[in-house]
Each structure stands twice: as structure tokens, then as C-alpha cells.
């Protein structure tokens, strides 16, 4: 008679996760992962440089623009080594690699993963995640990855057209909407923690706050870095908020 998952008998018992978290074929996939970016990043960079001439873009035009955008890239980059610094004892460096460094999107991937742990009667980062526990929520996480790159290739044409329709219409809107859709997204998600604890509320307001005065900076001074480093800083202080009441609290 068949059973439910979580009724059935883990094959694997043990809770030595990174003994197969770190395993040297997962390390030789992150590398062909990787592999990949880096050919891509080369491919777009020289399309880059041949479209420019049909722009008159200059050749220290697009040295700026790589430069820029390198520099853009740091700010959010930070945000997501921090979380990828937090998950390396829960999933291993390569599922880390792959996963967080790929796509970025924590939430995401820990939700799918604690899912699937709870398929089968277990919770992520206590004594019942064993190294099966860990195979499969590795798996959800991967296989949900994969289905959004599928997504965007199939409906990035879809919405390019729709991009156009608007545009021709009324070329405002596609200015708001993206704004909106990201302002709306990451309120969702802070909002979603401040009923959890006043440390929660402290940390939310504190990084609002720098983030808002990192804005402000940047306009009144012209410091379009700022602008780009807001995240990273934001992130790091409102931790630095959090740790800090958490040690008064504990204090007392």
C-alpha cells in the first residue's frame, strides 16, 4: 500500500548535510553554471560594442557605460552575498552558488525548499533535516529556478510586444508601472515581517530610513553612487540595528 511522502522512510538519516552539500559534482555543475554566465556576459558585451557604432556611441562612451554598470551591480550585490553568507551552512556552498548566486531571489528559494521539507515531515535546519531532506528540497528549489527560466524565454517576446502596444499609447505608463510593481513587491515583503517582533519593526524602519537618506543624498549631492550603494547599506546598518537591540534586550 502506498504512503503518503512524509509516512515514508528517509533513505538517508543522517544530518551531516555538507558532507553532500559540498560534494565535487555539485562544485562541477556551479562551474558549468557559471561557465555559462561568463560566455553569455562576453557575447553581450561584444554586441554591445558593435551596436555602438550604429548610435554614435564612442569607444570610451562604452568603456563608461561597462563601468557604470559594474559599478551598479555592487550595491545589490552586496544584499545578496549577505544572504548567501547566511544560507551556506543550511545548503552548502554549490547549492548556494547555483541557486542564490543564479537567480538572487532568497525568498523564494528557502520557501521551496522549507516546502518540500515539510513534504516530508521536517524542518529545515533542525535534527529531522537529513541529508535526504536536503536532496529533495535541493531539487524544488533547482527545478522551480528552472521553470522561470523557461518562463521568461517563452513570454519576454509576449510582453515586448505588449511593452510596445502601451508604449504607443501612452509611453508614461511604462514608466510608472515597473516602479509601482517593484515598490509594491518589496513592500509586500517588508511588510510581511513587522508583525513577527518590535526587533523586526526596528530593523524595517532603520533600513527604510538610510535607504531614504541614501536617495536624498544622492540628489542633493550628485552622487549617483550613493544611489546604487543604498542597498547594501540599508541592509548592513538595519542588521547592525537589529544585533545591536537584540544584545540590549538581552542585557536587560
Given at each position: 500500500m502506498h504512503q503518503p511522502l512524509a509516512l515514508?522512510?528517509?533513505?538517508?538519516?543522517?544530518?551531516?548535510?555538507?558532507?553532500?552539500?559540498?560534494?565535487?559534482?555539485?562544485?562541477?555543475?556551479?562551474?558549468?553554471?557559471?561557465?555559462?554566465?561568463i560566455i553569455q556576459s562576453v557575447i553581450f558585451m561584444k554586441a554591445a560594442r558593435r551596436a555602438a557604432r550604429s548610435v554614435d556611441m564612442?569607444?570610451?562612451?562604452?568603456?563608461?557605460?561597462?563601468?557604470?554598470?559594474?559599478?551598479?551591480?555592487i550595491g545589490p550585490s552586496l544584499a545578496v552575498s549577505l544572504v548567501a553568507i547566511a544560507l551556506l551552512g543550511l545548503f552548502g556552498a554549490p547549492a548556494v552558488?547555483?541557486?542564490?548566486?543564479?537567480?538572487?531571489?532568497?525568498?523564494?528559494?528557502?520557501?521551496?525548499?522549507?516546502?518540500?521539507?515539510?513534504?516530508m515531515?521536517?524542518?529545515?535546519?533542525?535534527?529531522?533535516?537529513?541529508q535526504s531532506v536536503f536532496v529533495v528540497a535541493f531539487?524544488?528549489?533547482?527545478?522551480?529556478?528552472?521553470?522561470?527560466?523557461?518562463?521568461?524565454?517563452i513570454l519576454t517576446p509576449?510582453?515586448?510586444?505588449?511593452?510596445?502596444?502601451?508604449?504607443?499609447?501612452?509611453?508614461?505608463?511604462?514608466?510608472i508601472v515597473p516602479a509601482a510593481a517593484l515598490i509594491g513587491a518589496f513592500s509586500c515583503l517588508g511588510l510581511a515581517e513587522l508583525p513577527k517582533s518590535g526587533i523586526h519593526v526596528l530593523s524595517f524602519v532603520v533600513s527604510v530610513g538610510v535607504m531614504g537618506l541614501c536617495l536624498l543624498l544622492a540628489?542633493?549631492?550628485?552622487?549617483?553612487?550613493?544611489?546604487?550603494?543604498?542597498?547594501?547599506?540599508?541592509i548592513v546598518i538595519g542588521l547592525g540595528a537589529a544585533y545591536l537591540a537584540v544584545g540590549s534586550a538581552v542585557g536587560a
Open positions: 515514508q522512510p528517509l533513505a538517508n538519516d543522517s544530518t551531516d548535510i555538507l558532507a553532500i552539500a559540498n560534494s565535487p559534482v555539485l562544485w562541477i555543475c556551479v562551474a558549468g553554471v557559471f561557465g555559462v554566465i564612442s569607444v570610451q562612451d562604452v568603456k563608461t557605460s561597462f563601468r557604470s554598470g559594474a559599478v551598479s551591480a552558488l547555483s541557486r542564490i548566486g543564479l537567480i538572487g531571489s532568497a525568498a523564494y528559494d528557502v520557501s521551496a525548499a522549507g516546502i518540500a521539507a515539510g513534504s515531515g521536517a524542518k529545515l535546519g533542525d535534527a529531522s533535516y537529513t531539487f524544488a528549489m533547482s527545478i522551480g529556478g528552472a521553470m522561470w527560466m523557461l518562463a521568461t524565454l509576449l510582453l515586448r510586444k505588449g511593452d510596445a502596444k502601451i508604449r504607443s499609447v501612452n509611453p508614461a505608463a511604462m514608466a540628489k542633493k549631492l550628485g552622487k549617483s553612487w550613493l544611489r546604487e550603494w543604498g542597498l547594501g547599506f540599508s
